[in-house]
């Protein structure tokens, strides 16, 4: 069984920054893609970033590309969403996810494991 919990989340203005960690524990030998969604009130869980194991290949949403990085440290078992130039837009619970592949992880279909989220709020 795997365990993800993410940090960093909080209340900021917009244009500023914040960068969301997520740490792995338990049975995290597989070789797996890691990724970011989001999920707004009454909306659904979208698509944010995903990373490769390698780290290698990175796919982002278009809403995010230019403005968020992810990134990730195997030898920490952590993954992390650099978020910058937030807007209000952004405002949603974030939430970690390993995928069933090791490149990519792109729609809730294809998650193995999910963290339970931390809110980002961006105030106008």
């Known amino acids: 069984q795997v365990q993800l919990v993410e940090s960093g989340g909080g209340l900021v203005q917009a244009g500023a920054s914040l960068r969301l960690s997520c740490a792995a524990s338990g ?3 597989s070789s ?3 990724g970011w969604f989001r999920q ?6 979208d698509f944010v970033a995903s990373i490769s194991w390698t ?3 990175t796919y982002y949403a278009d809403s995010v590309k230019g403005r968020f990085t992810i990134s990730r440290d195997n030898a920490k078992n952590t993954v992390y969403l650099q978020m910058n130039s937030l ?9 970690c ?3 069933d592949n090791s490149v990519v ?3 809730p279909k294809r998650v193995d494991y999910w963290g339970k989220g931390t809110q980002v709020t961006v105030s106008s």
């Open 32 to 34: 797996a893609a890691m």
């Open 27 to 29: 049975r995290t030998g």
């Open 40 to 45: 707004a009130p009454g909306q659904e869980r």
């Open 87 to 95: 807007k209000p837009e952004d405002t949603a619970a974030y939430y």
């Open 55 to 57: 780290g290698g290949t």
């Open 105 to 107: 992880v792109r729609t």
């Open 97 to 99: 996810a390993i995928g």
